[in-house]
């Protein structure tokens, strides 16, 4: 009986990460879409709600958003933090861009 229980969580926490990662991908695209579409503040918004609680690709655009002043003022600070945020969550792309900054 043991063996069963064990069995069906080896199954069903794979299929619950899954399904939490691809409703987070979901979360990040619609910004992203709007983004792509060249409404950056309209995406800024978006997504900033999104990196606020915590999604790290959303991090991880609103960071570049405000490197690049892409609807937001630019803010390197911000940027800075953004970028953190994401990489301590293990998101590469900020973890690659943290270190072309510190090589800057």
Known sequence: MKAMGLLVLLVLLPLQSFAEETVDN????????????????????????????????AQHWVARMYQLGHGTPMNKTLSKTYYELAAGQGFAQSIMQLELLRKN
Do not use: P
């Not at 900033?48 to 690709?57: I, S, T």
């Open 26 to 57: 979901q979360r990040c695209s619609s910004g992203l879409a709007i983004y792509i579409d060249g409404e950056y503040a309209k995406a800024f918004e978006v997504l900033k709600v999104e990196a606020d609680n915590g999604l790290d690709c």
